[in-house]
């Protein structure tokens, strides 16, 4: 079946650093890839996705490419903000069902 | 525009007591979800409606697990009777699902359950 295995956390960077989790994916067919977010408290928020190969999905200065040769999907993002703390999810979703498997989440953490 | 909302946002309760959940989508999604998040790990779907359709529901604990989604606009979940295990977060998300096309879901709260 489908899965999402994405880099474990904490991660815990200071203010302007380079970011990146990692994310690589299993599935058949050609799915749809999503980072949401989840803020302390709230629900979560879709961040970014791609539909298809080599697509690069950007939002809030995040950035992920569709990458099918190394069914990979990493979140990058040049320099966090404080207000980047929370949990991000990478995510799919394929074939006709439109369910949507997640990975565990990857708790990020942004000091001053 | 409002977004997916939920009720309540917390619930306490003694073990083998019922509970039920309330979801109302973003209006004009036809296609509503529940999910399942364990602290630590990502939703697991329970559940997919599309109007008043249960399409799929085969992750839902058919002997203690119940939903319903009467006019195609507010679910229900309900548990009835409430194990320690289901101490988790219930969240409900809905999308605009048109024929071949993935819509992207979006969201509620969530409800967080804990059973003593």
């Known amino acids: 079946g489908d899965s999402v295995t994405q880099m474990e956390g904490p991660v815990t960077l200071s203010e302007e650093a380079f970011l990146t989790i990692n994310c690589t994916y299993t599935?058949?067919?050609?799915?749809?890839l999503f980072w949401y977010v989840q803020y302390p408290g709230e629900g979560l928020q879709l961040l970014l996705k791609?539909?298809?190969?080599?697509d690069k999905g950007s939002n809030k200065g995040f950035e992920a490419t569709y990458r099918k040769e190394t069914t990979s999907f990493h979140l990058e993002k040049g320099s966090v903000q404080v207000s980047d703390s929370a949990v991000y999810f990478c995510a799919l979703s394929g074939g006709s069902n439109y369910k949507l498997t997640f990975g565990k989440g990857t708790l990020l953490t942004v000091n001053p | 525009e409002a977004g997916v909302v939920q009720s309540p946002r917390y619930k306490i309760i003694e073990k083998k007591q019922p509970v039920a959940f309330w979801c109302n989508p973003i209006?004009?999604?036809?296609?509503l979800y529940w999910y399942l998040q364990n602290l630590g790990q990502g939703p697991e779907l329970l559940i997919r409606?599309?109007?008043?359709?249960?399409?799929?529901d085969s992750q839902l604990p058919k002997d203690r697990f119940s939903a319903e989604r009467l006019k195609g606009v507010d679910s229900t979940l309900k548990i009835q009777p409430a194990e320690l295990g289901d101490s988790a977060v219930y969240l409900c998300?809905?999308?605009?699902?048109?024929?071949?096309?993935?819509?992207?879901?979006?969201f509620g709260p969530g409800t967080r359950l804990l059973v003593l």
């Open positions: 998300a809905s999308s605009l699902s048109l024929a071949g096309q993935q819509e992207t879901q979006y």
């Open positions: 791609a539909t298809k190969a080599d």
């Open positions: 209006s004009g999604h036809n296609t």
């Open positions: 409606y599309e109007n008043e359709e249960a399409v799929d």
């Open positions: 599935a058949t067919g050609y799915p749809s």
